[in-house]
């Protein structure tokens, strides 16, 4: 059997880290297995979804490094939809029910008051024909539930009936049915919901596994039985808990919280950004990995928490400095280039530890190519003008810095960070930075010397 999973966005807009966490759960652990990645297009909601967010999320994938074995779209199956429908209506399985959405809300909150759950009464098995016609004239038109294998026999009578399945993530899971709704299939603008193209396509497309978050168990314990009333076998399910910020705060797509668009626009690597949506909430720490199949090979379900996945937004910066120090210059070159960065790999090594981000390459390339405003207190100024005139002749190396600061060590009596901080902030504007003996090369002679007061 050749593994087979499937990622399922809303093409309704811009994916973000918390969508991330579920494709790359499902894309590593096919890589693990040698498996097959489905990319499936949620867009059966016409009005919301946007060709325009179909081909931001294949560029935020892409980014990533996930690239798909097939791509679909269930707008472009509602025929296999339709057919399923019909098949569970001819089974009775599927019924029409005329409830208006205040109606069922006011039974629901009659329920909860009485101290019963708010469950569906399944009222509408019980409509007659005439009753059906009756709404119908009235303009009403029927949204369709099916009917849950609850029950004897007599679907009023309904008994504790367990779904269970050993879930990849969480272990042995159960769900009774008898404390579920059925759930509504077809709206009743004849929009399906999620629920049933889902599990068509999960059986045309051969998905044997389905890694999902954590709020699609209850989901699941409704979805076996319709695959097997479709006359399909369910695939294997794993529940993941769910990202969240430091606060328990949930991500939304619609507030465009951490969109994996803007975090490469924040010059956030590709690498950065996984692991932090892979790691966050398992037992593994969350650490760099040069790239998907290391980061794949690493991989194991079973690590995930039950406790939740929370994260501060600050450690993607924090382990994107950690990845950015070891990335190699071949890595980077056509970045910088297009940043302006010339200097080639002596310039990426001397720089590339101070750089949080691979932008940030060019503020030192600033330093060293351009006129900077180099800050000198009153207290330096003639520290500084000694330090000019002690500079050494001929070319700048490696050996120069140590040779000078020996020299206005001598000359001055300065040491430690009096000696260092004031040349450093004269000749970078920096208090911080690039190892001034590798640096100060790129800075050069004339350079230096028009930074120094005379």
Not at 271 to 297: K, N, Q, R, W
Request: aromatic letters at 8%.
């Amino acid at each position: 059997m050749t593994v087979t999973v499937r990622f399922a966005p809303s093409p309704t807009g811009h994916i973000h880290i918390g969508n991330l966490r579920p494709a790359l759960f499902n894309w590593l652990y096919a890589k693990k297995e040698n498996g097959k990645f489905i990319l499936r297009y949620d867009d059966t909601d016409v009005e919301r979804s946007r060709e325009e967010y179909a081909q931001s999320i294949a560029q935020d994938l892409a980014w990533i490094g996930i690239q798909p074995d097939v791509v679909e779209k269930q707008s472009d199956r509602f025929a296999s939809y339709d057919a399923a429908a019909e098949k569970l209506k001819e089974a009775g399985l599927l019924y029409p029910c005329y409830e208006t959405p205040d109606e069922l809300e006011r039974r629901r909150s009659r329920a909860r008051a009485l101290g019963r759950p708010p469950v569906y009464d399944r009222a509408g098995l019980k409509l007659t024909d005439e009753e059906k016609a009756a709404f119908e004239a009235e303009g009403r038109k029927p949204h369709w539930r099916f009917v849950l294998p609850n029950h004897d026999g007599d679907p009023f009578q309904t008994k504790r009936t367990e779904v269970t399945w050993n879930d990849l993530v969480r272990g042995e899971q159960s769900v009774d049915l008898a404390s579920l709704s059925d759930p509504v299939l077809i709206r009743a603008d004849g929009t399906y919901l999620y629920t049933l193209p889902s599990i068509v396509d999960d059986a045309d497309m051969g998905v044997t596994h389905v890694i999902r978050g954590e709020d699609h168990v209850a989901n699941t314990g409704v979805q076996i039985p319709i695959f097997k009333a479709l006359g399909a076998i369910p695939p294997v399910f794993g529940h993941h808990n769910l990202l969240t910020t430091h606060d328990g705060e949930g991500l939304s797509k619609r507030k465009g919280s951490l969109s994996i668009g803007s975090l490469r626009e924040d010059g956030l690597e590709a690498m950065s950004v996984s692991c932090v949506a892979v790691l966050t909430g398992t037992s593994h720490a969350v650490e760099p990995f040069s790239d998907l199949h290391a980061l794949a090979a690493d991989f194991d379900l079973t690590s995930v928490s039950r406790s939740s996945a929370k994260f501060d937004p600050a450690e993607i910066v924090g382990l994107n400095a950690r990845i950015v120090h070891d990335l190699p210059f071949e890595a980077v070159q056509d970045r910088l280039e297009a940043l302006g960065v010339s200097g080639g790999e002596a310039f990426w090594q001397t720089v590339r530890g101070n750089c949080e981000k691979v932008q940030d390459a060019a503020q030192y390339w600033q330093i060293v190519s351009g006129s900077i405003d180099g800050e000198i207190d009153d207290e330096d100024r003639d520290f500084l003008k000694s330090a000019r005139s002690l500079f050494p002749e001929g070319d700048v190396t490696v050996d120069t810095w140590g040779a000078w600061t020996s020299a206005v060590k001598s000359e001055t009596g300065r040491k430690g960070r009096g000696l260092f901080m004031p040349l450093r902030k004269a000749l970078t504007g920096l208090s911080h930075g690039p190892d001034m003996k590798d640096f100060l090369p790129f800075i050069g002679r004339q350079n230096s010397l028009d930074r120094l007061p005379e």
